[in-house]
């Protein structure tokens, strides 16, 4: 994907030369910078020293628009949440997130309490049977005493399975189709069947709604663009189409867009490539070690025995490699488990055999990654790939005593998102949130990445910003005009913080933060010289 690939963003506000002075800059090329300068036409025109901010504020107005004291602020490279679900994460922003229940019977009563509200249909997501002491799901009978005749969908917190009202089952026909696991528990084509009929019943300007929160949400905490990972199983062409156009007419960071569906519907939404819609992303190798459908080369170690296949294979990989290739287009795959990225690396092989460099060229996208080793890493590197990882993973699941030890034992366990070890090989790293899988909150992630579970899996302060921000761009084929540096002639696309903990002192490095005290608190956001979010309105200006 090229640059191109952003273009569709609303222009209806205009940029502006903006001077922001007496702070710190987060700039390789320019490691003392006190200030820099905006330019008309979206780039920065500028960055350098105290002395030379004060000629340039004196100097006449046709320079400068305007002066901002950043007051010991850092201005850095904006975040890119490299991977995320709009529609799901804007409803779940607004709507039944039930990551925070405490008990089945708390989350019950969260259903309860929306349906009160008179929706016909309710949609929510983020439960976790783990973490609950009843270490079960609610039933379809659960379900329906606490929210009357109602479709209900609820999203399991890894996206791969559900729990679904009896008469959503129905009106889907989910309880005839493989996946169906009983009393109103869903996964595979049974999921996909109640998932899509449920999201049919949202109005568009429920979407629209959506679409705002979550753009809004994601612009006040310093986040510039997004990766949107759309297909059959997971939205639609449709809410695609509508998402690329909404983000074209209205203010908000960037939107990247990928589609894991046949390339002939992508054709039909994207003619000519004018978006570069990425053939890939969310293209399902595999699904979730959660719910227990990640492929693995070895049995499941709480179901001895339970192996499921991926669920494509190498031919079907290397078949999305080419035509993306043919298109001028950027291939994706969801594999999560050692087994899937085997067929990855099968695929990428096969299709390698049309020019190692060319495949290379089309910077494959492995999402999520999870348990890749070290000669798995080796050969992705060859092939050129990004891994685009969730590190809030790790902080949720991770440890001697979370999700991944008990689904897998503790030395498995050890070695999921080797993150140090992927960014030592050469493979791209871009950091995302998986949302609404994992709330968006970009120092969170940064905080998981370099605190790990695995000391030897962590990454450095530095290289981890570097993911979050420049990661982003790179995992999108967008970097080539330099966005997520900081130097004159870039897009000026950056956040500026609050700094409560002060700098990190980090020799040889532009600066950061210090992430032993509290997160810094975005004060601007700036998307090629435009205002996503400032905290002085809370909006863009």
Known sequence: MTSAAWQHVTDSEPARAVLYRGGHIHSAAHPRATALLTARDGTIAWIGTADDADEIAAAPGDRVDAVADLAGALLAPAFVDAHLHATATGLALGGLDLAAAPTLRAALDAVAAAASAGAATLLGTGWDETRWPEQRPPTAAELEMAAGDRFVYLARVDGHSAVVSGKLAAASGASLLAGWLGDGLCRGDAHHAARSTAYDTITPGQRTDAWRRLRATAAALGIAALHEMAGPEVSSADDLAALLAHAATEPGPLIAGYWAGDAAVLDDLDPGGRLAVGLGGDVFVDGSIGSHTAALRAPYADRPGHRPPPLLDAHAVATTVLTALATGRQPGFHAIGDAA????????????????????????????????????????????????????FDTHWGGPAGLYATRLGADRAAAINPFAALAAAGVG???????????????????????????????????????????GWHAARADTDGHGTLAPGHPATFAVWDLPAGLAHLPGHPPLPDLTGPDPVCLRTVARGRTLYDATTGNGQ
């Open 429 to 471: 790293l871009a950091l995302s949130s998986d949302a609404p899988v994992t709330p968006l909150d970009p120092w969170a992630s940064i905080r998981a990445a370099v605190g790990h579970h695995t000391p030897a899996a962590r990454l450095t302060l530095p290289a981890a910003f570097t993911a979050a921000t420049r990661g």
């Open 341 to 392: 990225i085997d067929v990855v690396l099968a695929g990428l092989d096969a299709a390698a055999t049309a020019g190692a460099a060319r495949v290379a060229a089309t910077r494959p996208r492995v999402e999520h990654c999870v348990l890749a080793h070290p000669d798995q890493i080796t050969r992705l590197a060859a092939h050129g790939a990004v891994a685009v990882v969730q590190p809030a």
